[in-house]
């Protein structure tokens, strides 16, 4: 058993408390936009002005769907406080990495730029922002598991954290911190291997999804929609996309060529 006592809230100003759940989400933003810029230096066929512009239009269309889907998947909640559904905390992994493809992709209609190699190129970025997000969610006691008797199980017993306290969980953010960086290996690998552009993101989807329809049967969560949550429900829509246009359009090429 692995005993957490961290406080989850980093400082406060004032009345306002700062968690380290805000700090690791602004941290992930920052290595999505970081990562994306660094590729941009190396080579990669995409302006400043548009890194720029894209992360300008992608972070609050993801954060807004992020928010959006979560008051949705705790409606029981909001609708009883509606005073915090503008501002209160919560997100969603997905509604983040939609949200900002979305709006990305709809700014890519009038800007003409190639909405499909931008993703292939933010795409590592993506899944390694998201294991930085996942620290967060794990010294914040959110995500949590359900309950264990594994040795590696943890528990919270900070009063400040969002787990129940004293209940031996699975590490399920744990869990998905070790499985991003495997994703992230593996798109590491598959970069400039895979026709057409936009592949390396199915391939991103696909395997972010998979790891949320298994797992997420040992995290604590709403039933949803047919007894699953709400990212279960999201995943097999990804999937049933993704797994199609992957099988039937992409095509293995050496590296060099086109």
Not at 12 to 38: P, Q
Not at 120 to 148: F, K, W
Request: aromatic share 12%.
């Amino acid at each position: 058993m692995i005993t957490i006592n961290i406080d989850p809230v980093a400082f406060t100003i004032g009345s306002i408390e700062i968690r380290w759940y805000g700090i690791m989400v602004a941290l992930a933003i920052l290595t999505v936009v970081l990562w994306t810029a660094w590729q941009v230096k190396k080579g990669a066929n995409i302006s400043y002005d548009t890194l720029f512009t894209a992360s300008l239009v992608g972070i609050p269309s993801g954060m807004i769907l992020a928010r959006l889907l979560h008051v949705i998947d705790g409606w029981e909640y909001y609708s009883q406080n509606p005073g915090e559904i503008i501002g209160g905390g919560g997100l969603t992994a997905y509604g983040a990495v939609l949200g900002a493809a979305l709006g990305i992709w709809i700014y890519s209609r009038f800007s003409k730029f190639q909405f499909g190699y931008f993703a292939d190129v933010v795409a590592p970025g993506i899944i390694l922002a998201q294991a930085v997000g996942r620290v967060g969610c794990t010294l914040n006691g959110c995500c949590y598991g359900v309950e264990t008797s594994l040795p590696w199980g943890i528990v919270y017993t900070h009063p400040n954290s969002l787990c129940p306290l004293g209940v031996v969980v699975h590490p399920a953010t744990v869990y998905e911190i070790i499985w991003n960086l495997l994703v992230f290996g593996v798109l590491l690998r598959l970069r400039g291997r895979l026709k057409p552009d936009g592949s390396l993101f199915l391939v991103y989807l696909s395997l972010y999804s998979v790891y949320r329809l298994g797992t997420d049967f040992l995290r604590e969560g709403t039933p949803f929609l047919f007894g699953l949550h709400q990212a279960q429900v999201i995943a097999i829509i990804v999937l049933a996309i993704a797994i199609p246009l992957l099988v039937l359009r992409t095509r293995w090429v050496k590296v060099g060529t086109s």
